[in-house]
């Protein structure tokens, strides 16, 4: 380096130093909380499990979660955790529920001891997209824990997975190995999105809004099915309609309920959480499918949820 040249940093330099000195501290404190996992032996207390079909909004609930104080976040979403724990290979790639049969306490101890060592907490939130269909396995695994469930009318959903199926790199990374050739729409998507629900090789070959009317029914069916054995005090229903439009007032009440404090910072998060839109295609508002080029699809399936969508308060 020449000492009387006059050297610029990059624009980034700083950031990127502070994003490197972070990644490296927090492996150090991994580290040393899985040493102390030796010492003592930690369970997840009242976990929060955030649930609802893909595209729901699910995401919006668990990044608000996540920005409690009371609760530890892996920050990202954990379903390549739960299946490499019991992946869908187990049961002939049929679907990615875990049964609750596979309950055990190593899976318990296994479960706790990740968390804790990656969030520092024993209190945690979690989600991904294929939790819902395993949540008796994740009651018996956790008596105590809170169920947060997303629910997001037909057309708005329904086409966001259409949507959704169209990035495939972003979600069917996971199902390159599956045992079938998917051809839906004449080989348009032949890589299988989100999740596998039981039924799902019916679908292979079939046009896309009739796909995602089926892991929409499928996903919401298999959650309201399970809603019995939950303890009510623990179980929590939301619309995402309702969120939207009270982010702060809803959020409030959702995360009291789940006993976690809502407090200022939380509450400042919530005023502007729509200003900074997670993983959405276009602007956030109610009734899209409506004005967009899925309409006639979505109206053709429409009929095919009705029951479902019934069930879950929407008329």
Request: charged share 25%; hydrophobic share 35%; with cysteine.
């Amino acid at each position: 380096m020449n000492p009387n040249v006059a050297y610029k940093l990059p624009s980034n330099f700083f950031e990127k130093t502070r994003k490197t000195l972070h990644f490296h501290g927090n492996q150090s404190l991994i580290r040393v909380r899985e040493m102390g996992c030796f010492v003592f032996n930690p369970k997840l207390i009242k976990p929060v499990f955030v649930i609802g079909c893909s595209r729901a909004g699910t995401t919006l609930v668990y990044k608000t979660f996540s920005e409690a104080r009371d609760l530890g976040s892996l920050h990202r979403e954990s379903h390549d955790f739960w299946s490499e724990l019991h992946p869908p290979s187990e049961h002939n790639w049929d679907t990615h529920a875990t049964p609750e049969s596979a309950v055990c306490s190593a899976d318990r101890d296994f479960v706790s001891k990740y968390f804790f060592t990656q969030s520092g907490r024993r209190r945690i939130v979690d989600k991904n997209n294929q939790n819902g269909l395993s949540i008796a396995y994740l009651h018996g695994l956790f008596p105590d824990a809170h169920f947060v469930y997303v629910k997001r009318s037909p057309g708005d959903n329904i086409h966001s997975l259409i949507e959704g199926w169209k990035k495939a790199n972003m979600f069917a990374t996971w199902s390159d190995n599956l045992p079938a050739k998917v051809n839906i729409e004449q080989g348009l998507f032949q890589r299988w999105c989100f999740f596998l629900a039981e039924g799902w090789r019916d679908y292979i070959d079939r046009p896309i809004e009739e796909v995602c009317a089926f892991q929409y029914r499928a996903m919401n069916q298999a959650i309201l099915r399970a809603k019995p054995a939950i303890p009510t005090k623990q179980w929590h229903e939301v619309h995402y309609e309702d969120l939207i439009s009270n982010p702060v007032k809803k959020f409030e009440t959702l995360v009291n309920t789940c006993d976690v404090a809502f407090d200022p910072n939380l509450k400042k998060h919530c005023s502007e959480v729509l200003n900074k839109p997670y993983n959405t295609f276009s602007e956030i508002r109610v009734d899209k499918w409506k004005d967009s080029h899925n309409r006639e699809k979505i109206e053709r399936i429409m009929p095919t949820v009705e029951s479902t969508t019934n069930a879950m308060g929407y008329s």
